[in-house]
């Protein structure tokens, strides 16, 4: 179910510009996930990572740039 969430959160991101903006202004993977959870959408870090196949330390690109999702 998580995957569906994370995906979830970067199709609406796609389509709205201040959702996307809001998330790009996340620091760091724990507050990036603390507010897409607070936009609704529920998933760890882990998941997150599992869904995007991205690392932590990969998180440098916005959101819009994420390949695959």
Request: glycine share 4%; no cysteine; charged share 25%.
């Given at each position: 179910m998580a995957q569906?969430?994370?995906?979830?959160l970067f199709r609406e991101?796609?389509?709205?510009p201040n959702l996307r903006?809001?998330?790009n202004t996340a620091p760091d993977v724990e507050t990036?996930?603390?507010?897409?959870?607070q936009?609704?959408?529920n998933f760890t870090i882990e998941e997150w990572q599992?869904?995007?196949g991205f690392a932590?330390?990969?998180l440098k690109c916005e959101?819009?740039?994420?390949?695959g999702i």
């Open positions: 569906q969430e994370v995906t979830r991101a796609q389509v709205n903006q809001r998330l990036f996930v603390q507010m897409a959870e936009h609704g959408y599992k869904a995007t932590v330390e990969e959101l819009s740039e994420i390949p």
